[in-house]
């Protein structure tokens, strides 16, 4: 799998972040903390990272990526119930967006759930 390795060690920090916090905070305490988390672990992360959208080569907006990972992962968190439809579309929507092509949803719900998914740029 693309950037196994890199997935593995994010993944990794997702887990203790959520074994040390639980469930039932905001996102933005979970982004902070795996933030530290990765530091600690020597992995690069950028919050909140702008990403542009076009539509005919024209830019139509802007939306933010919780995390960009060494620019080769974009991680989204959340603290939901469960993992929603719409939830694994916002990934997608993110890869087709970027030349970035492995998304990671991490989800702080009752219980820890991650969805990876992977986009290859040639069929962008």
Not at 23 to 37: A, M, R, T
Not at 71 to 97: D, F, G, R, S
Request: with cysteine.
């Amino acid at each position: 799998m693309k950037y196994q390795e890199l997935t593995d060690r994010i993944i990794c920090c997702f887990y203790n972040v959520y074994n040390g916090l639980g469930y039932g905070f905001l996102e933005k305490v979970y982004e902070k903390s795996l933030l530290i988390e990765l530091a600690q672990c020597g992995v690069s992360a950028e919050p909140q990272a702008e990403i542009e959208v076009s539509y005919s080569g024209l830019l139509v907006g802007h939306y933010f990526a919780d995390l960009v990972i060494e620019n080769k992962v974009i991680v989204e968190i959340k603290a939901a119930k469960t993992i929603l439809p719409q939830h694994e579309a916002q990934l997608l929507n993110y890869l087709k967006a970027t030349d970035i092509e492995v998304d990671l949803l991490l989800n702080f719900g009752p219980r820890p759930e991650v969805k990876r998914k992977v986009l290859d740029n040639g069929l962008k």
